[in-house]
């Protein structure tokens, strides 16, 4: 069973810092997804990595995906109190192409 | 219209009673999936519909759970005699082409049991 982790659940940053949050699976897959999602809203996608060594970057957030590793991270550059949300990863679950599992998410609150 | 769109935004039932959930993919849109997402939690993946393939119902908690698409349109998930555990919001996406393309979301079924 495909099990997809992050940490940390929950990341408290001061506006201008860098931080990043990693995403582990356990299972081989090359194409991973994050997403935003705002309270009370639907999930917003960031960025889709389709291959190992995939970097994309948007704004102050850039993702990357090490296959090998089985690891994401989401890189947050000079934070501003607007990308306070809830990210998550999630990961194709390979051999059926058919459904996306997610991690339990990082709540990030950027405070002034 | 551009996005996904689910109906209804809210709903209150009673334990016991029926629910059904619709859900307007995106026009051209060939593959939806459904997920359930408690509160303060992640997605749990609930069932997936790809063109006219059998669906893949491997997430469905129970058999109180069933869904329904019609050809490469709207899809509504029944649940049946509700339970309280049941409250959730009920996430609807679709993609072009299952698991190359990013998945659009919809805005939800708030669902509570009471």
């Known amino acids: 069973e495909l099990k997809v982790e992050q940490n940390p659940l929950f990341l408290s940053m001061q506006e201008g810092k860098n931080y990043t949050i990693y995403c582990n699976y356990s299972?081989?897959?090359?194409?991973l997804y994050w997403y935003r999602q705002d309270p009370g809203k639907s999930l917003e996608s960031l960025f889709v990595?389709?291959?190992?060594?995939a970097v994309k970057q948007e704004g102050r957030l850039m993702a990357s995906l090490d296959t090998k590793a089985r690891l994401s991270t989401l890189h947050i550059t000079a934070a501003v109190h607007d990308l306070s949300a809830t990210y998550f990863c999630a990961v194709d679950d390979t051999g059926t192409a058919s459904k996306l599992t997610f991690g339990t998410g990082t709540r990030l609150q950027v405070t002034l | 219209g551009a996005g996904v769109s689910q109906s209804p935004s809210n709903k209150v039932t009673e334990k016991g009673k029926d629910v059904e959930l619709r859900c307007d993919p995106i026009?051209?849109?060939?593959?939806l999936y459904w997920y359930r997402q408690r509160l303060g939690q992640g997605l749990e993946f609930l069932i997936y519909f790809q063109g006219n393939s059998a669906p893949d119902k491997s997430g469905l908690p129970s058999d109180r759970f069933s869904a329904e698409r019609t050809g490469e349109s709207v899809s509504t998930l029944t649940i049946q005699r509700t339970q309280q555990e049941d409250s959730a919001v009920y996430l609807c996406?679709?993609?072009?082409?299952?698991?190359?393309?990013?998945?659009?979301f919809g805005q939800g079924t708030r669902l509570t049991v009471v």
């Open positions: 996406a679709s993609s072009l082409m299952s698991g190359y393309t990013e998945a659009f």
């Open positions: 026009s051209g849109h060939t593959a």
């Open positions: 299972t081989t897959s090359d194409r």
């Open positions: 990595l389709l291959s190992n060594g």
